[in-house]
């Protein structure tokens, strides 16, 4: 566990940049946070994403083992964000994860994304990441 | 029978009515008043100045007023000492220990601050800290546009000739063109229902600029953190711009008197986009990466490579990464320059779209130093 963090901490300040607000699209750049409660990928979480003008695109704990982002949409209307990702389990099983929250802070640099998250096995859990 | 005292009484109480009716344009301070202001809320107070803080990007006056036994001290924000000075103020206007009377605004937040509208000496009416941002008359009959010798127009002041700067643009916000959208000075609709005129913006773009706006422009981070103001916006800001045209090494650089008192460089010697200072490829900037040519007597800047950490215009448009200005510049006549724009966005808007204005020339005086400090907006 403590390799982990150390490995995304040190991921982290590998692609984030001082916090300051980020002024672009809402979702673009790097979060750092937990998702609480999983057993299979822990509980810190890393996510990179960004935007090409149609699509939000990224990845979750980047790395040779990252988590591929397969669909990811915000409404602007309340700001809500769905995250849906393709991962494997310990066993090299496809799992699926699903992220929904919501963007609060919106213009402030510490802007975070508050939610829930679930996987194809029915765990689920607190979803909370802070944008670096 | 009146008696002389009663008189000047009247006539005091008249002349600082007359002060006081006078209109007075929110015209040029560095952050929207309305973003800590509430113009709603007007406020008059009558009290005793106790420190007069000189500094940019607004001064400040410190006035005990009384009320009852109690005696509480306003902080009144006045426009910047650049602008106040320019209108021949000073710090020593008035010194503590001078009875003022100040109309304004009150602050949002409840606090004793006000944004000062009209102040004026108790004792006389005399109306002080006015400012006219009026800009220079044109002469009657266009001057002739100046030229390098062989016949490209220069756009910058002469060595040993004419001095100046650009300033007083017809527009300070961006709009697309055709659009009519009534805005303030820094780009605050009057109208939020207007937003969708002001350029096609994607769904997202669109609702991160309502809201900045229904935030009156508070967020704004050239003046809450002094990132510089990219893009057109150097062309809209109140202390103006200065070209300094360097024909030897083949570029221009762009002199900005607001915001942090920067400069940006537009290359015009056929190089391309790409590794023009060292080591920055891969590495967005706040005013991009600007090549130019001349075609005709306009120069057309090309500009890409924007970072996202700031505003491009006053009124808080979004734009993405993925941003490319062409800006067009021309000077039709000596008094006049004309800025054409092409914004194409395709992170934060539907398809690429237009505006335009004109600045002035402003003769003989060098262009405003201005320095950004963070949290002194």
Same mark, same amino acid.
């Given at each position: 566990?403590?390799?982990?963090?150390?490995?995304?901490?040190?991921?982290?300040?590998?692609?984030?940049?001082?916090?300051?607000?980020?002024?672009?699209?809402?979702?673009?750049?790097?979060?750092?946070?937990?998702?609480?409660?999983?057993?299979?990928?822990?509980?810190?979480?890393?996510?990179?994403?960004?935007?090409?003008?149609?699509?939000?695109?990224?990845?979750?704990?980047?790395?040779?083992?990252?988590?591929?982002?397969?669909?990811?949409?915000?409404?602007?209307?309340?700001?809500?964000?769905?995250?849906?990702?393709?991962?494997?389990?310990?066993?090299?099983?496809?799992?699926?994860?699903?992220?929904?929250?919501?963007?609060?802070?919106?213009?402030?640099?510490n802007?975070?994304?508050?939610?829930?998250?679930?996987?194809?096995?029915?765990?689920?859990?607190?979803?909370?990441?802070?944008?670096? | 029978?009146?008696?002389?005292?009663?008189?000047?009484r009247?006539?005091?109480?008249?002349?600082?009515?007359?002060?006081?009716?006078?209109?007075?344009?929110?015209?040029?301070?560095?952050?929207?008043?309305?973003?800590?202001?509430?113009?709603?809320?007007?406020?008059?107070?009558?009290?005793?100045?106790?420190?007069?803080?000189?500094?940019?990007?607004h001064?400040?006056?410190?006035?005990?007023?009384?009320?009852?036994?109690?005696?509480?001290?306003?902080?009144?924000?006045?426009?910047?000492?650049?602008?106040?000075?320019?209108?021949?103020?000073?710090?020593t206007?008035?010194?503590?220990?001078?009875?003022?009377?100040?109309?304004?605004?009150?602050?949002?937040?409840?606090?004793?601050?006000?944004?000062?509208?009209?102040?004026?000496?108790?004792?006389?009416?005399?109306? %002080?800290?006015?400012v006219?941002?009026?800009?220079p008359?044109?002469?009657?009959?266009?001057?002739?546009?100046?030229?390098?010798?062989?016949?490209?127009?220069?756009?910058?002041?002469?060595?040993?000739?004419?001095?100046?700067?650009?300033?007083?643009?017809?527009?300070?916000? #961006?709009?697309?063109?055709?659009?009519?959208?009534?805005?303030?000075?820094?780009?605050?609709?009057?109208? %939020?229902?207007?937003?969708?005129?002001?350029?096609?913006?994607?769904?997202?773009?669109?609702?991160?600029?309502?809201?900045?706006?229904?935030?009156?422009?508070?967020?704004?981070?050239?003046?809450?953190?002094?990132?510089?103001?990219?893009g057109?916006?150097?062309?809209?800001?109140?202390?103006?711009?200065?070209?300094?045209?360097?024909?030897?090494?083949?570029?221009?650089?762009?002199?900005?008197?607001?915001?942090?008192?920067n400069?940006?460089?537009?290359?015009?010697?056929?190089?391309?986009?790409?590794?023009?200072?060292?080591?920055?490829?891969?590495?967005?900037?706040?005013?991009g990466?600007?090549?130019?040519?001349?075609?005709?007597?306009? #120069?057309?800047?090309?500009?890409?490579?924007?970072?996202?950490?700031?505003?491009?215009t006053?009124?808080?448009?979004?734009?993405?990464?993925?941003?490319?200005? %062409?800006?067009? %510049?021309?000077?039709?006549?000596?008094?006049?320059?004309?800025?054409d724009?092409?914004?194409?966005?395709?992170?934060?808007?539907?398809?690429?779209?237009?505006?335009?204005?004109?600045?002035?020339?402003?003769?003989?005086?060098?262009m405003?130093?201005? #320095?950004?400090?963070?949290?002194?907006?």
């Amino acid at each position: 566990m403590k390799n982990l963090i150390f490995a995304l901490a040190a991921v982290a300040a590998l692609l984030t940049v001082p916090a300051v607000a980020q002024e672009g699209h809402p979702l673009k750049g790097s979060w750092l946070g937990t998702w609480t409660g999983n057993k299979i990928h822990g509980n810190d979480v890393l996510l990179v994403m960004s935007w090409d003008g149609k699509n939000v695109t990224g990845t979750i704990n980047p790395g040779t083992d990252n988590i591929v982002i397969k669909n990811a949409m915000l409404n602007p209307e309340g700001w809500l964000v769905h995250i849906e990702a393709e991962a494997k389990d310990k066993s090299g099983q496809p799992l699926t994860y699903t992220i929904d929250g919501k963007i609060e802070n919106l213009p402030l640099a510490n802007r975070v994304v508050t939610g829930t998250w679930k996987d194809s096995r029915g765990d689920t859990g607190a979803f909370k990441i802070g944008r670096q | 029978m009146i008696s002389m005292t009663t008189c000047r009484r009247v006539l005091r109480a008249a002349c600082f009515a007359a002060a006081l009716a006078v209109p007075s344009a929110l015209l040029v301070a560095h952050h929207e008043p309305l973003a800590k202001f509430d113009d709603k809320k007007p406020v008059r107070l009558r009290g005793v100045v106790t420190l007069v803080d000189w500094r940019n990007p607004h001064a400040h006056v410190f006035v005990n007023v009384k009320s009852g036994e109690q005696v509480s001290n306003w902080a009144v924000e006045l426009e910047s000492p650049i602008d106040l000075e320019a209108n021949g103020w000073s710090r020593t206007t008035i010194q503590p220990g001078d009875a003022i009377t100040v109309a304004g605004l009150a602050a949002r937040d409840g606090s004793r601050q006000m944004w000062g509208t009209a102040v004026a000496m108790t004792a006389n009416g005399k109306r %002080i800290f006015s400012v006219n941002m009026a800009p220079p008359p044109m002469p009657l009959q266009p001057r002739p546009t100046p030229k390098w010798p062989d016949g490209q127009p220069r756009l910058g002041s002469v060595a040993g000739g004419a001095q100046g700067y650009w300033a007083f643009p017809s527009a300070t916000a #961006l709009v697309e063109s055709g659009a009519n959208v009534p805005m303030d000075e820094w780009g605050l609709l009057k109208n %939020i229902a207007d937003a969708p005129k002001v350029a096609p913006m994607q769904a997202w773009a669109l609702q991160l600029y309502k809201e900045r706006q229904q935030r009156f422009l508070r967020d704004d981070p050239m003046y809450l953190n002094c990132k510089p103001p990219g893009g057109p916006r150097q062309f809209e800001l109140s202390h103006g711009v200065q070209f300094v045209e360097d024909r030897v090494r083949q570029r221009i650089f762009v002199l900005i008197g607001s915001g942090n008192n920067n400069y940006r460089i537009v290359y015009t010697d056929g190089r391309s986009h790409q590794g023009q200072v060292g080591g920055d490829d891969e590495n967005p900037l706040f005013y991009g990466r600007s090549v130019g040519k001349w075609e005709g007597d306009t #120069l057309v800047m090309d500009t890409r490579g924007f970072n996202e950490d700031f505003w491009f215009t006053n009124g808080g448009l979004p734009h993405t990464d993925q941003l490319k200005l %062409i800006e067009k %510049i021309s000077r039709p006549n000596f008094d006049t320059l004309k800025y054409d724009l092409t914004v194409d966005d395709q992170g934060a808007y539907t398809r690429p779209w237009t505006a335009s204005w004109t600045l002035r020339w402003v003769a003989g005086k060098d262009m405003p130093r201005h #320095l950004c400090q963070e949290n002194r907006s």
